[in-house]
């Protein structure tokens, strides 16, 4: 059974850059789990989907965060990343990565999910 | 992109079906069959329950159901349990190759 684990700073100061992590464990990104990516819920609010990244390289974005994010994978195909620059208050969320599984229209498997406030 | 449309909460008694709506446009749920939903509990991460308008994964209670008219998605509830009480999202495949979120909707078990 796929696994997916986020790690992150929990803490991030306005106007940095925040990076979190997403490790697969049980499997990979390959051919039979093409597709990934991350969403975020800020307390008390509902899921906002940030980006999507398939195991060759294609990366799709939410038009409200495309100037800020980057979604990346490691060349391992074990884990991959999040950047997203100029953070203020209202990015503070719990960060979660999935697996979107073979087509990449939905989220097959979530992680546990990261706490990440945005605070001086 | 704008967020597709769930009603705030929806409430049933135990054994009763219920029924949330998830509406949006030509561009997602009415363009393409890929709706999904999603439940989550307090504090936890959410869960696929369907997939593809009207598929469950394996492991997922028949009492779940999906279905789609239009521009709106539907996800029905058989049976309400207890433990059915959670925040359920839908979410779609949009024609900016996006995906989508609905706003989600609480259920109360009465």
């Known amino acids: 059974q796929l696994q997916l684990q986020e790690s992150g700073p929990g803490l991030v100061k306005p106007s940095e850059t925040l990076s979190l992590n997403c490790v697969v464990l049980?499997?990979?990104?390959?051919?039979?789990?093409?597709?990934w990516g991350w969403i975020r819920q800020p307390p008390g609010k509902g899921l906002e989907w940030i980006a999507t990244?398939?195991?060759?390289?294609?990366?799709y974005y939410n038009p409200s965060l495309r100037s800020r994010a980057t979604i990346s994978r490691d060349t391992s195909m074990s884990h991959f990343s999040l950047r997203l620059s100029s953070v203020t208050v209202a990015d503070t969320a719990v960060y979660y990565c999935?697996?979107?599984?073979?087509?990449?229209?939905?989220?097959?498997?979530w992680g546990q999910g990261t706490l990440v406030t945005v605070s001086s | 992109q704008s967020a597709l449309t769930q009603p705030a909460s929806v409430s049933g008694f135990p054994g009763q079906s219920i029924t949330i709506s998830c509406t949006g446009s030509?561009?997602?749920?009415?363009?393409?069959?890929?709706v999904s939903w999603n439940q989550q509990h307090p504090g936890k991460a959410p869960k696929l329950i369907i997939f593809?308008?009207?598929k469950r994964p394996s492991g997922v209670s028949d009492r779940f159901s999906g279905s789609k008219s239009g521009n709106t998605a539907s996800l029905t509830i058989s049976g309400l349990q207890t433990e059915d009480e959670a925040d359920y999202y839908c979410s779609s495949f949009t024609s900016s190759i996006t995906l989508v979120f609905g706003g989600g909707t609480k259920l109360t078990v009465l």
């Open positions: 593809d308008v009207n």
């Open positions: 049980g499997g990979s990104m390959s051919s039979t789990h093409p597709y």
């Open positions: 999935a697996d979107l599984g073979i087509v990449g229209r939905d989220f097959q498997e």
């Open positions: 030509s561009s997602d749920v009415g363009g393409y069959d890929y």
């Open positions: 990244i398939s195991y060759v390289g294609h990366t």
